[in-house]
């Protein structure tokens, strides 16, 4: 069955960077776009970035442009966020997602990030 499995949240400091990672099975991960939302407290689901199955082109939502990055490695059926400049804002629970748009049906639990100073 399809697992994605969400690593590397954390309490960070304003200014500060954290990768998130997101190990998959279960399907072909290798040609499968992927991509990363988030769900800050209060709010509703967020889609942050995507990324197609060869790692480019990639996608991010206007409010995280220039502060996060996607990759992947398809070796390793691994996602991966990088995230700088931490801000408190970016404070929520992160998923991953089977799909470009993260709006299909295979989701991991998620890893909270947390920033404050």
């Known amino acids: 069955q399809v697992q994605l499995v969400e690593s590397g949240g954390g309490l960070a400091q304003p200014g500060g960077s954290l990768r998130l990672s997101c190990a998959a099975s279960?399907?072909?991960?290798?040609?499968?776009?992927m991509s990363w939302a988030r769900q800050a407290p209060g709010k509703g689901l967020e889609w942050v970035s995507g990324?197609?199955?060869?790692?480019?082109?990639?996608y991010y939502a206007d409010s995280v442009k220039g502060r996060i990055t996607i990759s992947r490695d398809n070796a390793k059926n691994t996602l991966y966020l990088q995230i700088d400049n931490l801000k408190p804002e970016d404070t929520a629970l992160y998923y991953c997602a089977k799909g470009l748009w993260a709006t299909g049906d295979y989701w991991g639990q998620g890893t909270q990030v947390t920033v404050s100073p």
């Open positions: 990324v197609l199955s060869i790692g480019s082109p990639t």
């Open positions: 279960g399907f072909s991960f290798s040609t499968s776009p």
